[in-house]
């Protein structure tokens, strides 16, 4: 037996916080694109970014550790697009905590 789960399921299925990964991503893209913004606010920027990646990696390993902690009929994997996800999140959350360190050293 084999069945898959989209991950439009698995935002509906979930608490509902899952709708907010997209939104802090996009939220990062737009003000990394800005250039305004993270020249004159970086500490703005930097925030956005924090928040941002470590939410996101936050509701993803959540969002696994229910899933694989519940009994199921069909066992259930995570695949390296989920640990690429993953890895980027924690990535971006950190190069923005950068980010943010050098520019507050800098004059």
């Known amino acids: 037996m084999k069945d898959s789960v989209s991950g439009f399921d698995l935002a509906r299925d979930s608490d509902g916080f899952l709708w907010f990964m997209p939104l802090f991503m996009l939220a990062v893209l737009v003000f990394g694109l800005a250039r305004v913004i993270w020249e004159r606010m ?3 920027f930097a925030l956005t970014g924090t928040v941002g990646g470590s939410v996101s990696a936050y509701l993803m390993y959540h969002e696994r550790s229910i899933t694989n902690s519940s009994p199921r009929l069909v066992a259930t994997q995570w695949t390296a697009i989920f640990w690429l996800g993953f890895v980027a999140s924690v990535g971006v959350a950190t190069a923005a905590f950068i980010f943010y360190v050098k520019r507050s ?3």
């Open 42 to 44: 970086p500490a703005i």
């Open 105 to 107: 050293r800098s004059p």
